[in-house]
C-alpha cells in the first residue's frame, strides 16, 4: 500500500507529498528593512562596504540592488532571476516590490514580496578626515637663488596636484585628498591626506619642473602602537625652465626636458641632443624662452641667413638660418627676441 501525506493524505514516496513539501520550504525570505549608505557632504556612496564616486550610480540602482542583496534564497533554488521594481514613499524612504523565479526540485517556482529600503546619510572616512584637518604629507614647492616659482608654475602645479588626487580617489584611495593649497612666501605648500599621494606627486613635479627633491619625517604621535609621521617634500625648482634659449659653449639649445638631475638641452636646430648638471645650469647665458616666441615673416634668405621683418618695428634684420629648416620668402617663422638680436625656431 502506497504511503499517504500526513497532511494532506495524498499519495507521497515518503513524509509529506511534493506540494505539502514546496509549501512548508521557505525559498525566498523578505527582510523588512535595508539600507543604503550616501556621504551627506560629497554623496559619495558605499557599495558592498567600499566608497564609490559621488554619482556613480543613480540611487534608484542603490535601492535595487540592496533590496536583492538583502534577500535570502535557498541553497536549492536554481537559476534564480530577481524582478524589481522601485517606488519612492518619501525623501529617504522606497518601497521595492520584488518577484523571485528559479527552479526547486525539478519544479518551475516563483515567490513575491516587499523590502523597504532606507537612504542613511553619513561623513565618509574621507569627509570626516578632510572635516578634522587631517593630513600625512606636505609638498613644498620652491624656487632657487637665481630666480622665484612663476604664476604659471604654480598654477600648473595645482592642476597636476587635483587631478593626481582625483585619480587616486578613483582608484579606491581615501586618503587620497587635497586637505589646502597655500601661497607662502618663496613657493606653494600643497597639504595632501597621504604620503604615498605626496611623494608620487612631487616626484611628478620634478620630472616635469626639474630641481631637486628631499623628503623629511617627523614622529607626530602613536596610533594602535605604532609610530605615526608626518612627511615633508621639498622640491627645489632649477634655474633653467622647459623652453628656455640658453647658450651653452658656443651653440644655441633650448631646455627640452629633466631626468633626474639632469637638464636635457635640444640645439635650436635639433641636430644634436646634450645634457648638463644642474650646477653646470647657474653659469648658462639665458637668451629667452619659446613662450615668448612671435611670428615673423621672411624676407629673403640664403643658406646661413634669413632676412625678416622685425614683428615689433616691422624693420629687416638678419638672424642664423637653423640647419634643415626650409623656408620661403613670404612664410612665417618663429623667432625669440634677445639681447644680442633674433633667434629662428
Known amino acids: 500500500m502506497q504511503p499517504l501525506c500526513p497532511k494532506c493524505g495524498r499519495p507521497a514516496d515518503e513524509?509529506?507529498?511534493?506540494?505539502?513539501?514546496?509549501?512548508?520550504?521557505?525559498?525566498?525570505?523578505?527582510?523588512?528593512?535595508?539600507?543604503?549608505?550616501?556621504?551627506?557632504?560629497?554623496?559619495?556612496?558605499?557599495?558592498?562596504?567600499?566608497?564609490?564616486?559621488p554619482e556613480s550610480r543613480p540611487v534608484e540602482d542603490l535601492v535595487s540592488s540592496a533590496a536583492v542583496e538583502s534577500l535570502w534564497l535557498h541553497p536549492e533554488l536554481l537559476?534564480?532571476?530577481?524582478?524589481?521594481?522601485?517606488?519612492?514613499?518619501?525623501?529617504?524612504?522606497?518601497?521595492?516590490?520584488?518577484?523571485?523565479?528559479?527552479?526547486?526540485?525539478?519544479?518551475?517556482?516563483?515567490?513575491s514580496g516587499e523590502v523597504q529600503v532606507r537612504i542613511r546619510q553619513l561623513a565618509c572616512g574621507r569627509c570626516s578626515r578632510m572635516a578634522g584637518k587631517y593630513f600625512q604629507s606636505t609638498?613644498?614647492?620652491?624656487?632657487?637663488?637665481?630666480?622665484?616659482?612663476?604664476?604659471?608654475?604654480?598654477?600648473e602645479c595645482r592642476r597636476m596636484a587635483q587631478d593626481m588626487a582625483d585619480a587616486?580617489?578613483?582608484?579606491?584611495?581615501?586618503?587620497?585628498?587635497?586637505?589646502?593649497?597655500?601661497?607662502?612666501?618663496?613657493?606653494?605648500?600643497?597639504?595632501?591626506?597621504?604620503?604615498?599621494?605626496?611623494?608620487?606627486?612631487?616626484?611628478?613635479?620634478?620630472?616635469?619642473?626639474?630641481?631637486?627633491?628631499?623628503?623629511?619625517?617627523?614622529?607626530?604621535?602613536?596610533?594602535?602602537?605604532?609610530?605615526?609621521?608626518?612627511?615633508?617634500l621639498l622640491v627645489r625648482f632649477p634655474r633653467l625652465r622647459r623652453g628656455d634659449i640658453v647658450s651653452h659653449r658656443g651653440s644655441i639649445y633650448m631646455v627640452s626636458g629633466f631626468e633626474g638631475k639632469s637638464i636635457l638641452l635640444t640645439s635650436v636646430d635639433r641636430s644634436h641632443h646634450t645634457s648638463i648638471?644642474?650646477?653646470?645650469?647657474e653659469e648658462v647665458q639665458i637668451l629667452g624662452n619659446r613662450a615668448g616666441a612671435m611670428r615673423a615673416t621672411v624676407i629673403s634668405k640664403d643658406d646661413a641667413v634669413l632676412e625678416i621683418m622685425d614683428p615689433e618695428t616691422f624693420h629687416s634684420v638678419l638672424a642664423s638660418r637653423p640647419r634643415g629648416l626650409e623656408v620661403e620668402p613670404g612664410e612665417e617663422v618663429q623667432v625669440v627676441r634677445t639681447a644680442d638680436g633674433f633667434i629662428v625656431l
Open 79 to 111: 537559476h534564480p532571476d530577481i524582478e524589481v521594481e522601485v517606488q519612492r514613499t518619501g525623501a529617504t524612504q522606497y518601497i521595492t516590490k520584488i518577484m523571485a523565479k528559479g527552479s526547486f526540485m525539478g519544479l518551475r517556482v516563483e515567490e
Open 139 to 155: 609638498v613644498q614647492l620652491r624656487g632657487n637663488g637665481s630666480r622665484l616659482i612663476s604664476p604659471w608654475e604654480m598654477e
Open 15 to 53: 513524509g509529506l507529498c511534493l506540494q505539502c513539501r514546496m509549501e512548508a520550504i521557505k525559498l525566498v525570505q523578505f527582510p523588512a528593512v535595508a539600507e543604503v549608505v550616501i556621504c551627506s557632504v560629497c554623496r559619495s556612496q558605499q557599495i558592498k562596504g567600499k566608497w564609490q564616486l
Open 277 to 281: 648638471s644642474e650646477e653646470a645650469s
Open 168 to 232: 587616486g580617489y578613483r582608484g579606491g584611495d581615501q586618503l587620497s585628498f587635497i586637505q589646502n593649497i597655500k601661497e607662502v612666501k618663496g613657493g606653494l605648500d600643497i597639504i595632501l591626506g597621504s604620503t604615498q599621494l605626496g611623494r608620487r606627486m612631487a616626484r611628478a613635479v620634478q620630472e616635469r619642473f626639474g630641481g631637486r627633491l628631499l623628503e623629511t619625517c617627523k614622529l607626530v604621535g602613536k596610533k594602535e602602537d605604532r609610530d605615526v609621521y608626518r612627511s615633508t
